[in-house]
């Protein structure tokens, strides 16, 4: 397992960075916990979680708040805390209530303590922003997390599908009013989107800013199991978290990157999902891509795909059907894969 660092910190994460919005939820608590156990023999010191994750797809209302539970108690009851790297984010609604969402210092002051219960600990080591918000100073924003940072309950804060511009006007508030600044983003990045190449991703080297991508095998769709002009399978996450956005994500164009895939994981003596995964860990200015398990299997296929080299010519290949800065389906950015109903109100995802 390689080490990098996250941003500017001195702080060095694995690789991949175990994902673990399906615990709690579509993964059992004792699955998770047997994952989270292999993802820490394996090296992995990276857990990325939120407050809504864990929730029923078929009832946001239910669930949210499990996937922390459970990483907080496998962690106490393994006695790992200190060796890993936990990070979780807020800004979704957590009730009904009008003021139990967004990036406002009271919400995010509420929901940083109810999270440090949940994941049974004193700090949290990244606390993330888990969407931007046009209707809050970000200047509030930045004041309540620097609030949490100096009085020891966080220790880094970070964003989630931020835009360039976003994150530097939030940089130079920072500076402005000397407070703690972000150190890392999370941007929706794979070969089906690559268009965080264009500004994101070079903006984040010239800053020191980590980028963690998320989604970076599209939603499960470059692993190949959704096969062209068939019915979605049962269980899938386009059957729980994205149904009805088959006609949107499943195009020609989409198909065409997956079949090139295939062609070359079959040389390479490897899986499309693998193959998918290392192009985005071995890309330029990306410091851990985060993946979502379901099952021990999954996180097994997924460590192997630190072993895959891609050559120039590989490259070359991919670039010629995903061209770089482009996007087949979007996810990245405010046109991006849907509207997901989060409690009464609707979010872009």
């Known amino acids: ?14 690789q ?8 709690g939820g579509r993964t059992d608590e004792a699955e998770a916990a047997e994952i989270i156990h292999y993802a820490l023999d394996a090296e992995i010191n990276f857990l ?11 009832d946001f209302s239910q669930g949210r708040g499990r996937s922390e539970e459970v990483v907080g108690k496998t962690l106490r009851q393994n006695n790992t805390r200190s060796k890993v790297v936990l ?8 009730s009904d209530d009008v003021n139990a969402q967004g990036s406002s210092r009271r919400h995010l002051i509420e929901q940083c303590e109810a999270s440090l219960k949940r994941l049974q600990t004193d700090y949290i080591d990244l606390f993330q922003l ?47 009013y000397h407070l703690n600044r972000f150190v890392c983003e999370q941007p929706a ?27 970076p095998t599209a939603g499960g769709f470059l692993t190949g199991k959704y096969p062209q002009n068939s019915p979605v399978p049962a269980d899938s996450r386009y059957d729980k978290f994205w149904k009805g956005l088959e006609q949107r994500h499943f195009s020609d164009t989409a198909f065409a990157i997956l079949d090139l895939l295939v062609e070359l994981s079959r040389e390479k003596g490897c899986t499309p999902y693998q193959l998918a995964l290392a192009w985005c860990t071995q890309q330029p200015g990306i410091t851990s891509p985060i993946i979502g398990p379901r099952t021990r299997q999954h996180l097994e296929d997924s460590l192997n795909a630190l072993n895959i080299q891609l050559t120039v010519e590989d490259l070359a290949r991919i ?14 950015g405010y046109d991006g894969m849907a509207w997901v109903k989060w409690g009464p109100h609707k979010f872009r995802w």
């Not at 397992?1 to 694995?14: D, F």
């Not at 990070?87 to 957590?94: G, I, N, V």
């Not at 070969?191 to 963690?212: F, G, N, S, V």
């Open 48 to 58: 990325d979680t939120a407050n809504v994750y864990g929730h029923d797809p078929a």
């Open 87 to 94: 990070a979780t984010k807020a800004y979704f609604p957590m």
């Open 1 to 14: 397992m390689k080490y990098i660092a996250l941003g500017r910190t001195g702080v060095k994460v694995s």
């Open 319 to 332: 670039d010629a059907v995903a061209p770089p800065g482009r996007a087949t389906v979007p996810y990245y």
């Open 130 to 176: 888990h969407h931007p918000s046009n209707d809050i100073p970000i200047d509030e924003t930045l004041r309540a997390l620097d609030d949490l940072i100096r009085c020891g309950k966080v220790r880094y804060i970070g964003t989630s599908s931020f835009s360039a511009w976003q994150i530097m006007e939030s940089l130079w508030v920072s500076k402005e």
């Open 189 to 215: 990045y794979n070969l089906l989107d690559r268009r965080a190449e264009r500004e994101l991703i070079p903006m984040a080297q010239t800053y020191d800013i980590a980028i963690i991508p998320w989604s």
């Open 16 to 23: 991949l960075c175990l994902g673990c919005m399906n615990f």
